[in-house]
């Protein structure tokens, strides 16, 4: 069988579900101590944001090591999210939920990541059931440097294949800000084209110790048949200055499978007073971007 995380493959992504923020102010978030504490009131969406907004809500957050985008299976039919999910994924231990001696399981390994640092891994594993925690200690792969840990539960229904996981970032720290809180996720580990469903709520502290809260995003990954797989996403993303936009899917996302680069489908960004901004898929990682004042903009993601 395939090691479920193997499988998995994906984080956030993405990421990640807990109280609303109270729109005259206040705060929420990872659940970790840490919460977001900038604009609590929905963006008014113009020229001027737009297109930062949408970006950074498409992609889970500001910093460069993206969260949630782009989106693409990869290799064995493993969900892969780059380049900060790619670390990740690589340093999760590869789980099969196989029969043991005893009721579970435990065990510990250090991995090296490709360009530097370790990953102590320990876990606890029975024939239904996991958990455990990984410690990262300037874990480099990917190109992205990571310190902190995360522990994690899993559990397999045997008639279904059906699993059931939750991971939570104590707090993860890469060069360009800090990570807090979950993600959960649901697939079918006996089925690798079955649909991936994840949840994530996270806050991100910059370098410059601003927080943007990625709430209540919820991805339904459908591995494609072919070169695309498609990709339904929304939630709600929180920036620091300009308070909220809304996500929602207006027609499924198409991702290549190999590049992770979106080729098709389109997003709806919503603000106040009716504002919003439409982002559509080119194909070659180019996109349109229409803003509810009529400017049209055109970019690369």
Known sequence: M?????????????????????????????GSGVTYDGVATQALIDDTNAEQLAIDAYNGGNLSDSLVAPLSSGADQA????????????SLPPLDFAPTVHAQATSS???YGSCGGSATMTVSEGS????GSIVYSSYCDAGVTLSGSISFTASVNTQTGIVSMSMRFGELTTAEGTLYG?????????????PLSMGMDIVITDAMEQTYWIKDYSLEITPGTG?????E??????????????ITTTTPLQVDSFTGVLEAGSLHFAGREGTYADLVANGGGTYTLTVSTGTIINGTF
């Open 182 to 194: 979950n993600v959960s996720m649901r697939y079918n580990w006996t089925d690798p084209m079955a």
């Open 79 to 90: 969900q892969a999210l780059v380049p900060l999910a790619t670390l990740l994924v690589n």
């Open 128 to 131: 239904t059931s996991a958990s």
């Open 227 to 231: 070169l695309y797989d498609s990709v």
């Open 233 to 246: 996403f929304s939630g709600t993303y929180y920036d620091f200055d300009r308070g909220y936009v809304a």
């Open 2 to 30: 395939n090691g479920i995380f193997r499988i998995f493959g994906a984080i956030f992504v993405t990421g990640l579900a807990l109280s609303a923020l109270v729109a005259c102010g206040g705060g929420g978030g990872s």
């Open 109 to 111: 390994e250090v991995l």
